[in-house]
Nanobody, 129 residues
Framework: VQLQASGGGLVEPGGSLRLSCKAS????????VVWFRQAPGKELEGVSC????????YYLLKVKGRFTTTRDGAENTVYLQMNNLKPEDAATYYC???????????????????????WGQGTQVTVSS
């Protein structure tokens, strides 16, 4: 099983990037997929969640309205579209997949890293002028 995260790069403030998390060995259709990020010296934080139960999406409050996560079943890929990027969005972004109860997701517990069995390798996002 492998999750391949890609799409990071250098972008100016206000710019956009689309991250991809492509799976092999599992069907992401059956999993909740979360994007986490970690900036140097900071804790890992959950950014977005795409529920494997009903396709609902959830976001970290500070990215809501700017980031959108979607799923492409045919490509077995989950995306994170990031618009209006800010310097504070700079971090290494990781995707993770797990089978977690729906009530966990609804209760906001999708941010708990220990719930996810499969992790991508991380992709670096730099936001700078």
């Amino acid at each position: 099983v492998q999750l391949q995260a890609s799409g990071g790069g250098l972008v100016e403030p206000g710019g956009s990037l689309r991250l991809s998390c492509k799976a092999s060995g599992i069907s992401l259709h059956n999993y909740t997929v979360v994007w986490f990020r970690q900036a140097p010296g900071k804790e890992l934080e959950g950014v977005s969640c795409h529920s494997g139960i009903d396709g609902s999406t959830y976001y970290l409050l500070k990215v809501k309205g700017r980031f959108t996560t979607t799923r492409d079943g045919a490509e077995n890929t989950v995306y994170l579209q990031m618009n209006n990027l800010k310097p504070e969005d700079a971090a290494t972004y990781y995707c993770a997949a797990g089978s977690i109860p729906d009530f966990f997701v609804v209760a906001g517990l999708w941010t708990r890293r220990n719930e996810y069995k499969y992790w991508g390798q991380g992709t670096q996002v730099t936001v700078s002028s």
